[in-house]
Nanobody, 121 residues
Framework: QVQLVESGGGLVQAGGSLRLSCAAS????????MAWYRQAPGKQRELVAS???????NYRDSVKGRFTISRDNAENTVYLQMSSLKPEDTAVYYC???????????????WGKGTLVTVSS
């Protein structure tokens, strides 16, 4: 079994910073893309940032220059460093990991349970 454990959400004032973490554990053979999505109230879930196994990153335009995604392959962990936070960044942030479990011939997408980020003005 595979589990994703997220941490780091909370309440912060506009202009502040937060760091989200998501650790994958269990019977994992390899991890491919890791990413962070977010969903604000009344809105659809959207991709915030992703990072491939080779370290290639991608960001949505609204967070470029403010957010940084990184990963620690030894710890099966992905991070999202968020700076210059804005009230419109308020959302539940979900970790996404595409991985191959042990004794599997295909990849599976796993989602974290979400962590709430609230940015006050």
């Amino acid at each position: 079994q595979v589990q994703l454990v997220e941490s780091g959400g909370g309440l912060v004032q506009a202009g502040g910073s937060l760091r989200l973490s998501c650790a994958a554990s269990g019977s994992i053979f390899s991890i491919n893309t890791m990413a962070w999505y977010r969903q604000a109230p009344g809105k659809q879930r959207e991709l915030v940032a992703s990072i491939t196994g080779a370290g290639i990153t991608n960001y949505r335009d609204s967070v470029k220059g403010r957010f940084t995604i990184s990963r620690d392959n030894a710890e099966n962990t992905v991070y999202l460093q968020m700076s210059s936070l804005k009230p419109e960044d308020t959302a539940v942030y979900y970790c996404y990991v595409n991985l191959r479990p042990m004794q599997s011939t295909y990849n599976i997408a796993f989602w974290g349970k979400g962590t709430l980020v609230t940015v006050s003005s």
